[in-house]
Each structure stands twice: as structure tokens, then as C-alpha cells.
């Protein structure tokens, strides 16, 4: 008897490889045959060691050009057509719109698509951005929807958005973001203080708040108050919003500032730090970054936007300030650099919120019941 065929559709190897293997690993425990289409960089090893088969698709995330998305779509489709997945799991805005058409093209009625965020969609105002939903919410409720497609988010927030009910778990499944093990990411003492350390674990867009927070680091030391910021990613070339690498060595040359580049040592950098930091303007799921933080016991300082806002509480695990308002974000640096008592305690409560759902393995079980929930219907298509 056949396994199983899940397949999934990303934008790049690492990202799937960072934020997604708890999803490959729950379907390698329902014994599926799982693949994944994605540009490949340096993550295959990293894939075939969970038993996830990658299969290579350059494409240039920043085009919009209509001959340029034809020709994915065409890719995508035959790629589908090749290996007549029982469900197809697209991952994030754009290989959903356009893997969910060469999904649909090729007959494949089970399909997942997983919202990591509305980025442009959820972070910008205007009619511009006004018109952007109008037409994701046309294609994604219209073009791309069917009776087996299911929309997989990481707050609350989005589905509404998008003219979804959360609590239609006939439609949407919520998850508790990318999900964390507890076990590997595990608290450590605080750092002495002063002075007070905070970083900001991310990549380096404008969407992120990078500005923001090197801004509100400027104030809160005008103020007297001794906060010093790492800053911690890399530009991403593929972003048309990343921060530019010399406007990076601009903020590190400032007093308080370092920029010290991507890491994967995530536990040496709170180990070193008191407080996670993330100004972001909106667009998230649900950070991992804020999760990996919890996890080391270490409290947050975010904003008011979708999926900041639905795991840190104010006043217990972090504190929630308005978003684009440097001035809050220093106000609240200065309190938690005077009392270094109080990050001990939000933190500990964070790691208590990121145990009660918001773990790997909460993640997986999860997806797992999804998945259960897709096979046991019957379905049409091609896959079947």
C-alpha cells in the first residue's frame, strides 16, 4: 500500500530548515512520504537527515513580473503533477498564490496553506495596501479556496484579516508559531548588570524595527539609563526591505550599539543578555524569536501588532508598547534597566507561557491532527 505523499512548497531551504522541520518531523511520525519544493542553498543535509526529500526550484522572491510568475506556476505545476501529493502544504503569501493555482491546476484538492504572516498585507495602512488585501483576500478565498483546503495561521489575527473566523476549525487551525523544544533551549542565570543587555535575534528589515530600537537604545542613554543593544541577523538580499549593511555599521559605530551578524548559538546570546527586543511594525505570525527567548527565560519588549501581541502579555511576560514609537520602547528600557529584578521575573513567567502551547512538539501535535483530519475525506483528485 502507497505512504502518504505530503508535499511542501517554500521560498528558500533554510527558511523551511529553520522554522518548519517540527511539521516534517509530525508527518514522518504518520509515516508519510515527505517532500519539499524549495531554492536550494546549503539545508539539504539538514532536510534528508529528518527524511524530508528536497527538490530544487530557483526563483527570484522579489519579482512580480506576470511572465516571470507564469513561469513558476508552469514549474510548479508540473513539479506538483510529478508527485501526486495526497496534501499540499504551501508556506507563506507568495508560494501559497502561486503553488495553490499550480495545486489546484494539477488536481490536488487537499491543500494547507500556511500563513506565517501577512507581511505587506498586515503591516502596511493606506489604499495601497488597502487594495493588497482586497485582492489576496479574491484570490486566496476565490481563485485558490476549495472544500479541502485548509488555512493554517500563527495568531489569531490573520484569519480575520482574511474574512476567516478563528473558531471555524472546519476551515483554519491555529498553531502556537514555529514551536520551541524546551528541553534544548533551557534558562540560564542573568548576566551581571549593569550595564542592562538587550538584543534584537532577527532578520535585519525595517518591518523588524531594527531602526527603532537603536533609536529607543539612543534615548534611554540620554536618559542615564546604562542598555546596551546587539543586534543580531543579516541583510536579506532576496527583501527589498532589508536594512542596508552599511547603515548596519552606521548604528554599530554609536555608542551601546553592536552589530555582530547572524547566529546560531541561540542560547550563548541570552545567556549574555537580559531582554529580547523586537520593534516590529507588523506583518508577523508568530516570531520565532520571541519564542527561542521565552524559552531561555528571558522576557520580551515588542509591540502592539498581531502576533507579538497574542503571546507576550503586558506586564507578565514582557512588556507591549504602541508599534513605531521609539519613546515607549526607551521609557520601557529605562524601567527594566533599573530594576533588573523585574526581567528575571517576566522571563520566568515567558518560559511558562511558551510551555502552555506554544511548544514544538504542541506544533506537531497539532499538525498531525490536521493532516489526520484532511486523509480521513474523501477527496477526487489525482492524488488520491
Known amino acids: 500500500m502507497r505512504r502518504p505523499r505530503l508535499l511542501f512548497v517554500a521560498t528558500e531551504d533554510w527558511f523551511f530548515a529553520s522554522h518548519f522541520l517540527p511539521m516534517a518531523r509530525a508527518a514522518r511520525e504518520l509515516d508519510f512520504d515527505v517532500a519539499v519544493i524549495a531554492r536550494e542553498r546549503h539545508h539539504r543535509r539538514v532536510l534528508e537527515a529528518v527524511g524530508v526529500r528536497l527538490i530544487p526550484l530557483e526563483a527570484e522572491r522579489r519579482s512580480l513580473d506576470p511572465r516571470v510568475l507564469f513561469r513558476q506556476i508552469v514549474a510548479l505545476r508540473r513539479l506538483i503533477e510529478q508527485e501526486r501529493p495526497d496534501i499540499l502544504h504551501c508556506i507563506a503569501l507568495k508560494p501559497i498564490a502561486l503553488a495553490g493555482l499550480a495545486g489546484r491546476l494539477a488536481g490536488v484538492e487537499r491543500r494547507v496553506y500556511a500563513l506565517t504572516g501577512l507581511g505587506f498585507l498586515g503591516a ?219 526581567a528575571e521575573r517576566m522571563g520566568a513567567s515567558a518560559r511558562a507561557r511558551l510551555i502552555d502551547g506554544h511548544t514544538e512538539r504542541d506544533v506537531m501535535n497539532a499538525v498531525k491532527a490536521l493532516y489526520r483530519g484532511l486523509l480521513s475525506r474523501p477527496t477526487t483528485d489525482i492524488a488520491a
Open 124 to 342: 502596511s495602512q493606506g489604499l495601497v495596501a488597502a487594495a493588497a488585501r482586497w485582492a489576496a483576500i479574491a484570490w486566496l478565498r476565490g481563485v485558490i479556496d476549495g472544500p479541502q483546503v485548509r488555512f493554517l495561521f500563527e495568531n489569531p489575527d490573520d484569519p480575520v484579516t482574511l474574512g476567516l473566523d478563528p473558531q471555524d476549525r472546519a476551515k483554519v487551525a491555529l498553531v502556537g508559531g514555529a514551536g520551541v523544544d524546551p528541553l534544548i533551549l533551557m534558562p540560564e542565570p542573568m548576566p551581571p548588570a549593569p550595564p542592562f543587555k538587550v538584543a534584537l535575534v532577527a532578520r535585519l528589515l525595517w518591518s523588524k524595527g531594527v531602526d527603532l530600537a537603536v533609536e529607543a537604545v539612543r534615548l534611554a542613554r540620554a536618559e542615564g539609563a546604562r542598555v546596551e543593544l546587539t543586534l543580531h541577523g543579516a541583510p536579506d538580499p532576496s527583501n527589498p526591505k532589508a536594512v542596508p549593511e552599511e547603515t548596519l555599521k552606521q548604528w554599530a559605530a554609536r555608542p551601546g550599539i553592536d552589530w555582530a551578524g547572524p547566529t546560531r548559538d541561540i542560547e550563548g546570546v541570552w545567556r549574555q543578555h537580559h531582554l529580547c527586543i523586537l520593534p516590529s511594525r507588523g506583518g508577523e505570525g508568530l516570531p520565532r524569536t520571541i519564542l527561542e527567548a521565552a524559552a531561555c527565560g528571558r522576557p520580551i519588549l515588542t509591540t502592539n501588532v498581531p502576533g507579538c501581541r497574542s503571546f507576550v502579555r503586558d506586564g507578565q511576560d514582557g512588556m507591549v508598547v504602541p508599534p513605531g514609537d521609539a519613546a515607549a520602547l526607551a521609557r520601557a528600557l529605562i524601567v527594566f534597566a533599573r530594576a533588573p529584578a523585574l
